[in-house]
């Protein structure tokens, strides 16, 4: 069984066939995917997704690119869904210097704002970060001292020393496409040393298509070239990373529900 951890049904590129998606992914044995929501506007339709269609959970929060216009000052409009079944995260939220589409300020306040619902619903965090290392894992250590939570940094592509003071703070990481590209070896690297059972598997669909895709449209189907690649990296068989990967991520978002092997 594979779980893609982080993908976006509800962007177009996706929402336009979500029952192929779906069906596509279920065919190349991903029997799980979370869904993340970037916009409070979009918290009920990415909800209504994860209703409609079996093995499919999601987050809900505030992308760093729009938290000037969704500037969440409290966890409040956050833990609104937070009970609701099929929620099992909080975010994606974090910093994004890259873009920078809002204020570096702003998107710190909103960032604490996720961290404090994570701490208050007990859901684990989806961290997004970019270009912004050193302030991400600032935040989230002093964040931790106040009172412990669990989480994930989506898409790891950063620095070896964000991957170890991140695992330092109990958190996991998440391992999408960019491990197939060419010019990854440094990431490679990393990922070669760092602890498996604190591993995840991602798409980030419908972006960062792994090899043999890159340049097409992701969906969560692919999320097996990641763990292929994994394999090769690791020396371990596809089934290893498959089984390891899979129960870290029932591990960290403890709300999902494995699926009967049967089905």
């Known amino acids: 069984m594979l779980v893609d951890s982080h993908c976006h049904l509800d962007f177009p590129a996706l929402a ?27 918290a009920a339709r990415v909800v209504a997704l994860a209703e409609a269609h079996p093995g499919v959970y999601c987050a809900l929060g505030v992308h760093p690119h729009h938290a000037a216009k969704d500037r969440v000052e409290d966890a409040a409009p956050l833990l609104r869904h937070s009970e609701h079944p099929r929620v099992i995260g909080i975010g994606e939220s974090g910093l994004d210097y890259y ?27 989806v961290v997004h970060t970019r270009d912004a290392d050193q302030d991400t894992i600032r935040i989230l250590e002093e964040a931790m001292a106040a009172g412990p939570f669990a989480g994930v940094i ?42 498996l059972e604190r591993l995840l598997l991602e798409t980030d669909a419908p972006y960062l298509a792994p090899e043999p895709f890159r340049g097409k449209r992701n969906e969560p189907a692919y999320v097996a070239h990641v763990a292929a690649r994994l394999a090769e990296i690791r020396g371990l068989p596809v089934a290893a990373i498959e089984r390891a990967t899979s129960e870290n991520f029932f591990r960290l978002f403890a709300k999902a529900q494995p699926p009967p092997m049967s089905s």
Do not use: N, W
């Open 99 to 125: 873009y920078e589409h809002s204020p570096k300020e702003v998107q710190a306040e909103v960032f604490r704002a996720h961290i404090d619902a994570a701490r208050q619903s007990g859901l684990p965090l």
């Open 16 to 42: 336009e066939d979500t029952p192929g998606v779906v069906e596509r992914a279920r065919a190349a044995g991903v029997r799980v995917i979370q869904t993340i929501g970037t916009r409070l506007e979009s």
């Open 154 to 195: 989506h898409c790891y592509s950063s620095s070896p020393e964000l991957a170890y003071r991140a695992l330092a703070l109990g958190l996991y990481l998440g391992i999408g496409g960019m491990l197939t590209f060419k010019r990854s070896e440094e990431l490679r690297g990393t990922v070669r040393e760092l602890p």
